[in-house]
């Protein structure tokens, strides 16, 4: 069922969003790009006359926190919809079932953070280091029954279940996957940014125009390793920028300074290159760098070729040779994927090279290219350079993105469809 035809006159509806929004020590939202694409979805429902049960997590914790809890956005939630949202402090229980049922046509409940229960998640929480395997076992058995109950317990809440939460897609937790199957075909749904996202992966690898190029950034090339991996056979070109680059040229014997570097992932470096020439992939590389002496956006900082690097510096972005053997490898792209900054952006002095990269996939976006930006510092760096309406599609997935071009069924996805 498609939620534009959907009418929600009248049912209780629950929605899983990614609210997991940052906050300052003060509680306050310092980013709410995520609460903002979730609105479409909320509108339609509330207009509709629909009764709204709004559920997310927030963070990673170990059961309830005061710093966690997602009542800190209630005031910016509000706001955003124009209306008053209750909040209850659970997500299962009688207080909770008494909020749902005393809802009203139009009238929205937030729920309290998800993972606060261990039932979430699926994973059991306060073991002992020395636990052994037997009581590993039977802890895990029995977190995973409990995520059965937990996800029939907020199933029950509603006649409607929608997932608008694509940045946890790739999770089978309860709320973003396993409470699907309580419902039937017709009863539940994409939201509006789900349908999108979905849509999006699938114009980039499903109807892939060439020249496909693709821009992988990030620390370390051990985390991007199976998605380079499932890329080298999709792309024309791939660029290969952030801290992972280190590795590759320490890995042909090149002075990095103490830039960021896995020793150990050398062998790797050079199974990637290999796979890049026997399939035909051109891999374009960092020529030079801004390197610092500390971590610090007031460092000494100086630009070296990227294998010059002297000892005691440190690369933290890419110089301007590089960006411009980027722009110039970009040019004619027709698909452009793009997961990664050049940098440490969030410091100033080390931000230039990925605005520069951020301009040139804007100019081939302006020449026709389909350019999907994706993961948590690109959309973030995006935001902060105020290009999102520049590029073709900004994903507010990371791991979910990544794990979609890899070709992996998204649980979150296939719950919704079966």
């Not at 959907?6 to 906050?23: A, C, E, I, Q, S």
């Not at 229980?93 to 909020?99: D, I, L």
């Not at 499903?206 to 950034?217: C, E, R, T």
């Not at 510096?313 to 110089?319: E, K």
Request: charged share 30%.
């Amino acid at each position: 069922m498609d939620i534009k035809e959907f009418n929600f006159k009248g049912k209780t509806v629950f929605v899983r969003v990614d609210f997991n929004v940052p906050l300052d020590d003060k509680g306050h939202i310092t980013d709410d790009t995520r609460m903002r694409a979730a609105l479409p979805t909320l509108q339609k429902i509330l207009s509709d006359g629909g009764r709204l049960i709004i559920a997310s997590h927030l963070g990673r914790p170990k059961g309830p926190s005061e710093v966690l809890s997602l009542k800190h956005i209630v005031p910016h939630l509000e706001e955003l919809l124009g209306q008053k949202v209750r909040f209850v402090p659970d997500s299962v229980g009688e207080e909770v079932k008494a909020a749902a049922e005393a809802l009203r046509d139009g009238e929205a409940l937030l729920l309290e953070n998800l993972r606060f229960y261990a039932e979430e998640e699926g994973k059991p929480r306060g073991l002992a280091e020395d636990a052994s395997e037997e009581e590993k076992k039977a802890a895990k058995a029995a977190v995973k029954q409990g995520q059965k109950e937990y996800a029939k317990q907020l199933a029950s809440l509603a006649e409607v279940y929608v997932n608008d939460a694509f940045g946890t897609a790739h999770r089978a937790h309860a709320s973003t996957a396993i409470m699907a199957e309580h419902f039937d075909r017709e009863h539940k749904l994409f939201g509006f940014l789900m349908e999108k996202e979905v849509k999006a992966v699938e114009r980039v690898i499903g109807d892939i125009q060439h020249p496909f190029v693709a821009i992988m950034g990030g620390a370390k090339v051990s985390s991007k390793i199976d998605i380079i991996d499932s890329l080298l056979d999709k792309v024309d070109k791939l660029i290969l920028t952030g801290g992972m680059v280190y590795t590759f040229v320490a890995a042909h014997g090149g002075k990095i300074g103490k830039s960021l570097c896995e020793e150990d992932k050398f062998d790797l470096v050079g199974e990637i290159e290999r796979k890049a020439k026997e399939r035909g992939v051109e891999l374009v590389m960092a020529a030079d760098c801004v390197a610092a002496d500390a971590f610090a956006n007031d460092a000494q900082k100086a630009v070296y070729p990227i294998d010059a690097i002297p000892e005691g510096r440190m690369g933290l972005d890419v110089g301007p040779e590089t960006s411009r053997r980027y722009a110039e490898a970009l040019k004619g792209a027709q698909t452009i994927l793009w997961n990664g900054p050049c940098g440490v952006f969030e410091m100033e002095s080390f931000r230039a090279g990925s605005e520069e990269m951020a301009k040139a996939i804007v100019a081939e976006t302006k020449q026709g290219a389909y350019s999907l930006a994706g993961g948590g510092d690109t959309v973030a760096l995006v935001h902060l350079l105020g290009l999102a309406d520049q590029v073709s599609y900004v994903s507010t997935g990371g791991g979910a993105l990544l794990e979609a071009i890899e070709g992996k069924e998204l649980p979150g996805v296939a719950a919704i469809k079966k």
